[in-house]
């Protein structure tokens, strides 16, 4: 059974650094683009950048260039998406979703990472 | 950049009726489209892949058609379940990425 199983909720405060994590299981890590996506409170859904962790290839939403940093661990089959110093308005759930290769939709997602950052 | 416009931005309906929800896309994205439901508290799930193609476990009564710049997702007669937020993606050449409908909520009359 594929499963995308993401890092429990988070409160932070402005300027402080976070890095949640995504471990994917029941398939071939390294053969799946692993993408973030971003979802602020009553909001819909965006897209902020996407790694392939066979090779570590990453891609990023012009809007979410260097404010973020996507990486992956493929020795423990797991993505991250961190940041150095999180404002208020980052406040939102996070989910990380599989995409196969040369596709562009995403078939499983993570339960989702809440992140909180208030003073 | 390409811009997906979903209508309504809510649809109320009975269980039992039909639902047909739009998306349409400011230029054309081929069949290159997909469609996620997304319940309360929930992640997004795939729906509709390609335009017309279910995802693995997805009814039968819902079913997507459309080509270029314009897309329908069908609920043929909602279940109680379906009443959700919808949403239709699709792969951006340029900028290079994805891009996401601002969704369309289908709620109980």
């Known amino acids: 059974e594929v499963q995308l199983v993401q890092s429990g909720a988070e409160v932070k405060k402005p300027g402080e650094s976070l890095k949640i994590s995504c471990k994917g299981s029941g398939y071939s890590f390294t053969s799946y683009w692993i993408g973030w996506v971003r979802q602020m409170p009553g909001k819909g859904l965006e897209w902020m950048g996407i790694?392939?962790?066979?090779?570590?290839?990453?891609r990023y939403s012009p809007s979410f260039q260097g404010q973020v940093t996507i990486s992956a661990d493929k020795s423990i089959s797991t993505a991250y998406l961190q940041w150095s110093s999180l404002k208020a308005s980052d406040t939102a759930m996070y989910y990380c979703?599989?995409?196969?290769?040369?596709?562009?939709?995403?078939?499983?997602w993570g339960q989702g990472t809440l992140v909180t950052v208030s003073s | 950049e390409i811009v997906l416009t979903q209508s309504p931005a809510t649809l109320s309906l009975s269980p039992g009726e039909r639902a047909t929800l739009s998306c349409r896309a400011s230029q054309s994205v081929s069949s290159y489209l997909a469609w996620y439901q997304q319940k309360p508290g929930q992640a997004p799930r795939l729906l509709i892949y390609d335009a017309s193609n279910r995802a693995t476990g997805i009814p039968a009564r819902f079913s997507g058609s459309g080509s270029g710049t314009d897309f329908t997702l069908t609920i043929s007669s909602l279940e109680p379940e379906d009443f959700a937020v919808y949403y239709c993606?699709?792969?951006?050449?340029?900028?290079?990425?994805?891009?996401f409908g601002q969704g369309t909520k289908l709620e109980i009359k």
């Open positions: 993606q699709q792969r951006s050449n340029w900028p290079p990425g994805y891009t």
């Open positions: 979703a599989r995409q196969e290769a040369n596709s562009y939709y995403f078939d499983y």
């Open positions: 790694i392939y962790p066979g090779d570590s290839d990453t």
